[in-house]
Nanobody
Framework: VQLQASGGGLVQAGDSLRLSCVASGRTISTYNMGWFRQAPGKERQIVSAISWNGGRTYYADSVKGRFTISRDDAKNTLYLQMNSLKPEDTAVYYC?????????????WGQGTLVTVSS
């Protein structure tokens, strides 16, 4: 599976962005999928994940109530709606695919899209 993330950019605190991740090479309909992020000088961390059927979701405490993950299997696309962005959300965001558990190890990774939030 190849994953192409997009939608990042430079925004101000309080703004919104929607990240998209288009998958190719295989349908994503049977895969758990997720979003990770890595800020400069920090370890990569999971942001959110969604089960293969959309029935379960996971959010890191730092983004609960502000971010929403969704998927459109007809478009083979994963989304992350990010509202009320904060400077600490600044990071490269990666989409991922295929893990046995929502917070487990993922097999496929996109190239990342940079989100910069200014104060």
């Amino acid at each position: 599976v190849q994953l192409q993330a997009s939608g990042g950019g430079l925004v101000q605190a309080g703004d919104s962005l929607r990240l998209s991740c288009v998958a190719s090479g295989r349908t994503i309909s049977t895969y758990n999928m997720g979003w990770f992020r890595q800020a400069p000088g920090k370890e990569r961390q999971i942001v959110s994940a969604i089960s293969w059927n959309g029935g379960r979701t996971y959010y890191a405490d730092s983004v609960k109530g502000r971010f929403t993950i969704s998927r459109d299997d007809a478009k083979n696309t994963l989304y992350l709606q990010m509202n009320s962005l904060k400077p600490e959300d600044t990071a490269v965001y990666y989409c991922t695919c295929a893990s046995a558990e929502l917070t487990g190890e993922y097999d496929f990774w996109g190239q990342g899209t940079l989100v910069t939030v200014s104060s």
